[in-house]
């Protein structure tokens, strides 16, 4: 039949045909061999391409030199006072003593454009101080005593396309003549947290502040009435302050002293500056040298003389009430010298800083890494970070200045932030907690897996609590002593459940039985007394009149049918039970009675939920294996203990189930690896809150079901995505153990049997 | 009873009962979609009840539990007319009914929006529309909605023609978007065309448009008053109705043609309401194409998979690991395969393919977004293991004798291959492929991620060119049931569509396993021959 063609041929054709038929074979084994290996290649690869995905995460940022110049010809004359760039790195610019920004090109170093700021005061005073406010913001003081708040900013141009660099311009925000009498400041720092009324910090000579506010308000008719408070205050400064920071809105004001003292002011109240706190920055009384604000005004970043770098936010004492302290969180990692700048990035929680070395490190406040450090062959003196945190420039000792571009996406990523307890920005403890986003920007990602970890964990143990049990004994009953006749219906059915969806379980629990159970949970716990009862019952009266002539015959093969009605009537028993007892012992409602005595909160979609749910999906598959490895153990076996005169029990306790102990491994190990990565059922049958706690009436969240709930918001190739992408890896590597393990000792089993 | 014990029959009889729980269980859970989802559409009777303090109410007896204060019952009433009362449902005390009848001239309406009406038909505002005179209230009701219906499927015709309209012109615009990009100067005449050809279908597409709107606005004004329990009128345009019917007057058979119809609607239709009501059309087409195309890329790979490792590749440990991998890929969690699908199709290849075919739409994404191509790939990736292990159980099952007497006659490998070992293996295919649809139909946490919504605007197969497409987002029942279940606002009332839904769901996957399941027993049955 295979060569009916064949037959209708001549011979001459015959060696034509076979050659044919050769040339097939073999362009087919070809196919089919790369065909083949490549399907085994696409599907293992996998891992590795969602590796690719989550390794970013822990790649080092990187800092590359893009440009190096010496602005020459009409380089700025004087010392230069601040500096700055553009979000493009295009421009940068430096504002000298005289008050000029000179804005000059990245790239070929020519000056493309020069502002000169006049001194409110007139006349031509150099400037005393600048500071570095952050957003190309400067508050200028000027050696006469007057005062600059000013802002660089860069306009894209509307016309020439995306190639023309942006226009330079200098606003002034807020300029103050001095006041004549009184001492000059040695700082000044001005906020303007509400435009119509600025507010200025001073230090002046002695250790002392001064604060003042401008409100200017306008009445019906239009005419603006300025009122301007004015108030000394810092009597108790231990020690000269060597360092000042204002945080945005302007209500709080830190400072370091020289013995190494922190004080953290209020001045919400502009009439009243209230001291908070003054906490010892380090234990060896080293200087406080440099103090700034971190992204979000909740931390301040403190850098000593010796050179260590920490962050600092208040806490509440435990037992002190609500008062709050100033407390040491994050220990940075070291400077070689004193640091004397420190700068926060715009757009995540990083520290820039400069020391004495010139030495300009990124640090990030949540993940304690070093990021990067930016040298260069002379000592840097000055730098300033560009508003996208994606670049930098410094002025080195020479007058040369560098362009830095930073390349760093995920700077709150490490191994410690990942598993570890973390001090979060107003917790009172380190902990572990996952809240990947919130509705503000400056807000402190909090990415902790360990919770997710403990819900995939903890649903996976309740249900396998559940699960196995049941399926072991199922596997037992089915393969030992169940009718043949009967076996061919209900293995089948067993594997048909196998197949129910995932998702249909999962709404039943969520808005089917949880309601049930939340209304009688008592009964669900007194069925476990009621229903062994009931079953022990009913084994007694059939092995009453299971003995009489009639019914000899209907037990054996059959006992799990005759069990039903008792399950039934346990049930039934235990629900009106239920309700009488939930009545007299727990004042009607065990739940409140719970959380009035013990304080647990319990959810209506629970860990219980789960177990039951999670169990259904997992019961047929850890069936099906462990009725296989059962009944594949040689027949020979138990016929031999059968006939010297064992029980059906002792057969299958002593004999059959040891042999399979490898197989019935294997099953629960898969039904684990499944319980662990199933997704719906734990979406749709718990809170989906990340908590660590192994109550059985809270839900959790599972890694699996984070990932469906945040995927689709998370943004392509952002921290969050990649993330989400490395519990992908931890769940596959994770199920890939398991499996694998369950593999080989399955394999084991099947060459100890011969077959399988 | 000392032997009893001794021989341990009670241990027994506890294995039994574990698997008792196990069966009882699942039938508990098929049960309860059954009777849920089944009775849903049988119309029951709408009660009129009259409360103690004489307020009434009508409207349809959902359920009945314990009343928690005192040891009465509480019956929860589905009351409806949601634009009145704020919700769908009531609960009364039993101990506050006077009295409950059963009017024969109660409405319910399906309404297209805001759920359905319970009340009494009063009068009808039919301004120019005629419908044979005479009869009661009711017939005219009836005979004017007849007459409202035809003119709206006339309506939905011309409808149907502006859609296309939009589509060219959509088409067109895309071309010329396509053209500028490419070279603005030197297609400058093309574009043109093309741009006074798009003018033209935007002219007629407004005219109709303003047309099709008067007509409506006609048809709208065709209104029906009714009365609700307590004598509140309410106006309701004809068009607004779905469905009216008086079901305490309708017998069993009206009933169940009724249930038929509705049935009908579930299958063929639109859903209505943010999906909780109306039909099931486009989550059914949804599934059954994303099932069939995933198994036109998962059958070949898997198929020749398990032929390279079971006929070619030579025994080793090589092939051992494979194997090992293969069943571990069948355990490797559904979501990891979703997460995989997002980042390699859907931003890997998809955007790939958008930067290189459909720039001028950039940066709207084309394929660079989930669809239904990129559901079809992961899910085909997540059932080739199934696949394998099938198809590879079936070319075990073919005995050694064959294929060796294929060759003695001197075929070769591959002629052996299909025309002996293939064709009777052909079951173990089947089995792996129908399991592999099982499970395809059933998965939804990978779905979720690439390309699954709730409401898709438009099939994935349509009359424009180019007909399929394999862009488009796509209606799933699985993840239907999620969303209605979960994500709907309203979802007590949502729930009897879900439990339809499940029921659909749940039938489709049974039937497919147990057809798979059977098949893989007969197979078994034929080709093993029993060692013991």
């Not at chain 1, 004080?263 to 009439?271: A, G, K, M, S, V």
Request: aromatic fraction near 8%; proline fraction near 5%.
């Amino acid at each position: 039949m295979l060569f009916r063609k064949n037959d209708k041929n001549t011979t001459v054709s015959d060696g034509k045909f076979l050659a044919r038929a050769r040339k097939n074979d073999r362009l087919a084994a070809w196919l089919i061999n790369t065909g083949g290996f490549l399907v085994i290649l696409s599907v293992t690869s996998i891992l590795v391409l969602i590796m690719k995905v989550a390794i970013p995460l822990f790649l080092s940022p990187e800092a590359t030199v893009v440009s190096t110049i010496k602005p020459g010809g009409s380089a700025p004359t004087g010392e230069i006072k601040g500096m700055g760039v553009d979000d493009e790195l295009r421009t940068g610019f430096l504002l000298d003593a005289s008050g000029t920004v000179t804005f000059f090109d990245r790239r070929t170093g020519r000056e493309i454009h020069k502002i000169t700021i006049t001194p409110p005061g007139g006349g031509s005073p150099t400037i005393a101080s600048a500071s570095d406010s952050g957003g190309g913001r400067f508050d200028i003081l000027w050696d006469d005593g007057s005062f600059t708040a000013m802002k660089v900013s860069f306009r894209s141009q509307e016309t020439g396309g995306s190639d023309q660099p942006a226009i330079p311009a200098v606003e002034t925000m807020l300029e103050e003549k001095g006041t004549g009498g009184g001492p000059r400041p040695l700082l000044s720092v001005a906020r303007f947290a509400d435009e119509n009324s600025p507010l200025r910090v001073d230090l002046l000579p002695g250790n002392r502040f001064s604060l003042s506010k401008t409100t200017a308000t306008s009445d019906l008719a239009g005419n603006e009435t300025v009122r301007k408070v004015r108030t000394p205050f810092g009597d108790e400064v231990p020690g000269n302050v060597t360092a000042v920071a204002l945080d945005t809105e302007g209500e709080y004001l830190y400072a370091g002293t020289d013995t190494g003292r922190l004080l953290r002011y209020d001045l919400t109240d502009p009439e009243a500056p209230r001291l908070l706190d003054s906490v010892e920055a380090n234990t060896n009384g080293h200087a406080v040298t440099a103090v700034n604000l971190v992204l979000g005004d909740n931390s301040v970043a403190v850098a000593d003389a010796d050179g260590s770098l920490s962050t600092w936010f208040p806490v509440s004492e435990t037992g002190l009430g609500s008062g709050k302290t100033l407390t040491r969180i994050h220990s940075l990692a070291r400077h070689d010298g004193a640091v004397t700048v420190i700068l926060p990035a715009s757009r995540s929680k990083t520290i820039y800083s400069l020391d004495k070395a010139g030495v300009v490190s990124a640090d990030h406040m949540t993940s304690e890494r070093r990021l990067l450090e930016m040298r260069t062959a002379k000592p840097l003196v000055r730098f300033a970070v560009s508003g996208g945190d994606n670049g930098a420039i410094a002025l080195d000792a020479d007058g040369n200045i560098t362009f830095w571009h930073i390349d760093n996406p995920h700077p709150e990523v490490s191994l410690k932030t990942l598993f570890a307890p973390v001090w979060y920005e107003s917790y009172d403890k380190p902990a572990y907690v996952w809240q990947s986003s919130a509705a503000s920007d400056d807000f402190e990602p909090k990415l902790s897996l360990t919770p997710l970890i403990f819900g995939t964990l903890k649903g996976t143990v309740y249900a396998m609590i559940f699960a196995v049990p049941l399926a072991l004994l199922g596997a037992i009953y089915t393969s030992q002593f169940m009718g043949a006749r009967l076996k061919k219906y209900v293995k089948p059915a067993i594997e048909i459940m196998a197949a129910i969806p995932s998702v249909v379980i999962g709404f039943l629990a969520g808005l089917w039985l949880a309601p049930l159970l939340d209304k009688a949970i008592v009964s669900f716990f007194l069925a476990f007394a009621v229903i062994p009862l009931c079953v022990m019952l009913s084994i007694l009266i059939w092995r009453r009149i299971g003995s009489l002539p009639r019914l000899k015959r209907v037990a054996p093969g059959c006992e799990f049918l005759l069990l039903v009605p008792a399950l039934l009537i346990g049930v039934y028993v235990s629900h009106a039970l239920g309700g009488i007892l939930e009545a007299s012992l727990f004042a009607g409602d065990l739940k409140l009675w719970l959380f009035n005595t013990t304080g647990v909160r319990s959810d209506q979609r629970n860990s219980i939920i789960i177990a039951f749910a999670l169990g259904l999906a997992v019961i047929p598959l850890i069936f099906t294996i462990a009725e296989d490895a059962l009944s594949n153990v040689p027949k020979n076996l138990s016929a031999a203990s059968l006939a010297i005169g064992a029980s059906r029990w002792q057969t299958a306790w002593r004999v059959v189930l040891p042999s399979a102990l490898p197989g019935i491994f294997s099953a629960i190990m898969i039904g684990f690896g499944r319980a662990v990565g199933e997704t719906m059922i734990v979406l749709m049958a718990t809170g989906n809150t990340p908590i660590l706690d192994w109550s059985i009436f809270n839900g959790f969240r599972s890694l699996s079901a984070n990932i469906a709930v945040e995927i689709p918001e998370a943004p392509v190739f952002g921290t969050l995505y990649r993330i989400l992408f490395l519990s992908a890896v931890l769940l596959f590597v994770f199920t890939f153990i398991i499996n694998t393990a369950a593999e080989v000792l399955r394999q084991k089993f099947r060459k100890k049997y011969g077959r399988f | 009873m000392g032997s009893f014990r001794k021989q341990g029959e009670p241990q027994v009889w506890g294995t039994a009962a574990a698997l008792s729980i196990t069966l009882l269980m699942v039938l508990t859970l098929l049960g309860v979609v059954m009777v849920n989802g089944l009775g849903f559409f049988w119309p029951s009777d709408t009660s009129l009840v009259t409360l103690k303090d004489g307020s009434r109410l009508l409207g349809e007896i959902t359920s009945t539990e314990k009343a928690t204060e005192n040891h009465g019952k509480r019956i929860q009433f589905k009351v409806g007319n949601r634009d009145i009362y704020g919700q769908d449902f009531r609960w009364v005390d039993a101990s506050e009914i006077r009295s409950t009848a059963y009017p024969d001239d109660a409405v319910t309406l399906e309404r297209k929006e805001r759920g359905n009406f319970y009340g009494f038909l009063k009068s009808l505002s039919l301004d120019r529309l005629r419908i044979p005179a005479g009869g009661t209230t009711w017939d005219d009701f009836l005979a004017a909605r007849k007459s409202v219906d035809a003119s709206r499927a006339k309506l939905r015709k011309s409808e149907k023609r502006m859609a296309d309209l939009n589509s060219n012109a959509e088409r067109l615009r895309l071309k010329v978007l396509k053209l500028s990009s490419a070279d603005p100067v030197g297609n400058r005449a093309a574009i043109d065309s093309l741009n006074a050809k798009r003018e033209k279908l935007l002219a007629e597409f407004n005219a109709r448009l303003e047309r099709l709107n008067d007509e409506s606005a006609e048809l709208n004004s065709h209104t029906a008053i009714f009365t609700d329990a307590s004598g509140e009128e309410k106006e309701i345009p004809l068009t607004e109705i779905v469905r009216s019917y008086r079901p305490n007057t309708m017998g069993v058979f009206a009933k169940a043609r009724f249930y038929a119809g509705k049935i009908r609607e579930l299958l063929l239709d639109e859903p209505r309401e943010s999906n909780t009501e109306g039909g099931l059309f486009p989550a059914i087409f949804g599934t059954v194409m994303m099932v069939l195309l995933m198994s036109v890329f998962s059958l070949p790979f898997g198929v020749v998979a398990a032929v390279y490792l079971r006929e070619y590749a030579r025994e080793g440990i090589l092939v051992r690991l494979v194997r090992i991998a293969v069943n571990n890929l069948a355990g490797v969690p559904s979501i990891v395969y979703g997460v995989f699908g997002l980042g390699f199709f859907v931003y890997g290849i998809g955007s790939g393919i958008d930067q290189l075919f459909y720039p001028e739409r950039l940066p709207t994404p084309t394929f660079g977004t989930g669809g239904i191509l990129w559901a079809s790939l992961t899910l085909a990736l997540l059932t080739v293991p199934v696949v394998i292990v099938s198809t590879e159980e079936g070319l075990a099952s073919v005995p050694k004798g064959l294929r060796e007497g294929s060759l003695s006659l001197g075929a070769t490998k591959f002629q052996t291959l299909t025309k002996v070992v293939i064709p009777m293996a052909t079951p173990g295919i089947m089995t792996g492929l129908i399991l592999a649809m099982a499970r395809a139909a059933g998965e939804v946490a990978p779905l979720m991620i690439v390309g699954v919504v709730k409401l898709a605007p438009s099939l994935p197969i349509d009359g424009h060119f180019p007909f399929f497409h394999m862009d488009r987002k796509f209606m799933h029942l699985g993840f239907h049931i999620y969303d209605v279940g979960f994500q709907s606002p309203n979802v007590e009332a949502a729930k009897p569509m879900v439990f339809v839904t499940t029921l659909l769901l749940l039938a489709i996957v049974i039937a497919a396993s147990s057809t798979a399941i059977h098949i893989r027993n007969k197979m078994k049955q034929k080709y093993t021959t029993k060692a013991f």
